[in-house]
């Protein structure tokens, strides 16, 4: 880790109207991760875990408070900068993997990449060096149905990385995996944390899974319990 | 370019993932289709109604009816006008010098159509239609130059003989040569059968004229007078001559006009029984396209909202399912449009003329305007059909990316 910020959110809050209730998620949470930070988010359902991926992912925007990335802020970007933010500093992983059932693996893998002024050439050469990283060179033609899911998930670690974002989250990403499959996967998310420097912020509910991260934030009822970890 | 990429994708994602709604998506192309198939017809038969009415006219040909006759029907034309219009400027004189002009007289006679006769043959329990017996003078044949005599031969004048119209003959019966009619009170014979080009008069009888007036009571009084012209350009002298003159209170026309308005009239109808009836389906097919479509949004949500955490824009997403609606809507039209061909292109049938109450045969004709009328229509029901879906799909909240599959 370099000891540069990468994310910082100051007295955030989240807040939701559900009828007549007002629903309050986090109230003035602050949190910092560093350039090449691996965080492990753990806590109970309904804790924040989600909410807090979305806001890290853009995805979502606080209701009050600042969320910075990188130097600047995020929170006040609209729909269409936010998108076009993503697109260039936030890889996605998911627990289901998500990918396009219709596209094969090497379509799926290039998919960031339309959202860039890449060429069809640099985006083949992109799509076979992301698949080979994380061992599915010979795979790239073949379609979802006709892998495993800890291939499927790989894939998905690939389109993850084919825009070279900063930032890698991570919802639940070995959930629907045996143990020794997870372990792959997380053995992978380990080496681009250590190798390439990604920075990963992994919600999980597996203590095992955890373990890989560089740190682990405990999350209840919209708080981190683990006070030193908080900036 | 980075947005039409982004559109591309999203699209061939929508396109590809119809085969896993196929019997949704297939019930919407088969109901677009149905909806197309109805709409065509009707527009196929008007395009051939009028393309018969229409074919039927000549520009160098004048027809002179009764001052205010919409139709030979309710006209009325003496003797002695159709021997002044013999003078008049601007008619083609024959080889023998006459005056190519031809009074004529349109009478309705009944007769039976081929598809109403019952299964036991008898005639006499048959629904009539009305057909055109035409008595024509001396002229009548050669101010008709593109007259062919097919089967037979033309009618001895003075006698109760008939020559029968192509299409007539096939669609009625006991119109063969050498058939015996029952026209009014008197019998004929069949001993010609003719063609022209197509036209309307293939749908008519064709008699003598002064035998026709002594049979059916309408001594010294025609309908019509038809006249060939030296060339268009004369029309408008016959015209002045016609105006000029007390005792023609006629009006005059080209016979391609005239027949180009009688088609307009009866393919109007046609039409506008065709469209609100299509139109009344389109609704039941747009149903069947919103809740495909509804279906397909649903079922790739989180397909959607992934793209859409990617980076993907909502328009793109809005764009794709457009996309998928308008290609069923269009895979349903050019069913349609094939099964209209199949089942009636060149199909003959007849119908009552508005105007002239009786039998025109006719031809269905899907002509590539009419199929593309029927195409339009399809992609109208998927662009309504597709429009709200779409702006469900753009409106779809990206955290649905973290839902189960």
Redesign the interface.
């Known amino acids: 880790m370099t000891g540069q910020t990468l994310i910082h959110l100051q007295d955030v809050s989240k807040r939701f109207v559900k009828g007549k209730d007002t629903i309050t998620i986090f109230d003035h949470l602050g949190l910092t991760i560093p350039v090449g930070d691996f965080v492990a988010v753990m806590g109970p359902s309904g804790s924040g875990k989600t909410t807090l991926l979305n806001l890290l992912g853009g995805i979502d925007q606080p209701t009050e408070g600042a969320i910075t990335f990188d130097g600047a802020r995020v929170d006040t970007l609209t729909e269409g900068q936010l998108a076009r933010w993503r697109a260039h500093n936030v890889g996605f992983i998911f627990q289901f993997y998500n990918l396009m059932p219709t596209l094969s693996a090497a379509r799926n893998v290039e998919l960031p990449l339309l959202l860039t002024s890449f060429g069809r050439a640099e985006r083949r050469r992109r799509v076979e060096a992301a698949l080979s990283l994380v061992g599915l060179a010979e795979r790239a033609s073949h379609y979802p149905r006709e892998m495993s899911g800890g291939q499927q998930q790989r894939v998905a670690i690939a389109r993850a990385l084919i825009s070279d974002p900063k930032l890698l989250l991570c919802d639940e990403p070995t959930g629907d995996l045996d143990r020794a499959t997870a372990d792959e996967i997380l053995a992978m998310l380990q080496l681009l944390n250590r190798e390439m420097g990604k920075t990963i912020v992994m919600v999980t509910h597996d203590p095992e899974a955890a373990k890989y991260a560089r740190r682990t934030l405990h999350l209840d009822k919209g708080r981190f319990t683990e006070r030193d970890l908080v900036a | 370019?980075?947005v039409f990429?982004?559109i591309a994708?999203v699209t061939?994602?929508c396109i590809?993932?119809i085969p896993?709604r196929f019997w949704a998506s297939l019930s919407t192309v088969v109901a677009v289709g149905l909806v197309v198939t109805v709409l065509l017809a009707f527009l196929a038969m008007a395009a051939g109604f009028q393309q018969t009415l229409r074919g039927t006219g000549a520009k160098d040909m004048a027809i002179l009816m009764r001052a205010g006759a919409q139709a030979e029907l309710n006209s009325g034309v003496s003797r002695d006008q159709a021997r002044l219009i013999e003078e008049a400027p601007g008619v083609l004189k024959g080889p023998d010098g006459k005056p190519l002009v031809s009074p004529e007289l349109y009478v309705i006679v009944d007769a039976v159509k081929k598809s109403a006769l019952p299964d036991d043959g008898n005639m006499k329990k048959a629904p009539k239609s009305n057909v055109t017996l035409r008595g024509l003078g001396p002229a009548g044949i050669a101010v008709r130059p593109g007259l062919k005599i097919v089967e037979g031969r033309r009618f001895t004048p003075g006698t109760n003989e008939l020559m029968v119209g192509r299409a007539l003959q096939k669609d009625f019966v006991g119109m063969n040569l050498g058939d015996t009619v029952k026209l009014g009170n008197a019998s004929w014979v069949v001993v010609g059968v003719f063609e022209l080009d197509g036209s309307v008069f293939e749908s008519e009888l064709w008699a003598d004229t002064p035998v026709v007036q002594d049979l059916f009571h309408r001594q010294n009084v025609f309908q019509s007078i038809r006249a060939r012209l030296t060339s268009p350009d004369a029309l408008l002298a016959l015209k002045d001559y016609a105006a000029n003159d007390p005792q023609l209170k006629l009006d005059v026309t080209t016979e391609a006009d005239y027949y180009a308005q009688q088609a307009s009239r009866t393919s109007d109808l046609i039409q506008k029984l065709g469209w609100p009836l299509a139109i009344a389906m389109a609704f039941g097919a747009l149903a069947g396209a919103l809740n495909t479509m509804y279906s397909s949004v649903a079922a790739r949500a989180?397909?959607i909202a992934?793209?859409?955490?990617?980076?993907?824009?909502?328009t793109s997403s809005f764009l794709g399912t457009l996309a998928e609606s308008l290609v069923l809507s269009l895979a349903g039209g050019i069913l349609g449009a094939l099964v209209t061909w199949a089942a009636f292109d060149g199909l003959t049938a007849s119908t009552l003329s508005g105007t002239t109450f009786s039998q025109i045969v006719f031809t269905f004709r899907l002509t590539p305007a009419v199929a593309l009328q029927g195409v339009i229509l399809a992609l109208i029901v998927g662009f309504v059909g597709g429009f709200f879906p779409a702006w469900r799909a753009a409106r779809i909240p990206?955290?649905e990316?973290?839902g189960?599959?």
């Open positions: 370019m980075r990429n982004e994708v061939v994602i590809k993932s896993q989180q397909e992934t793209l859409r955490c990617i980076g993907f824009s909502g990206i955290v990316a973290y189960t599959p």
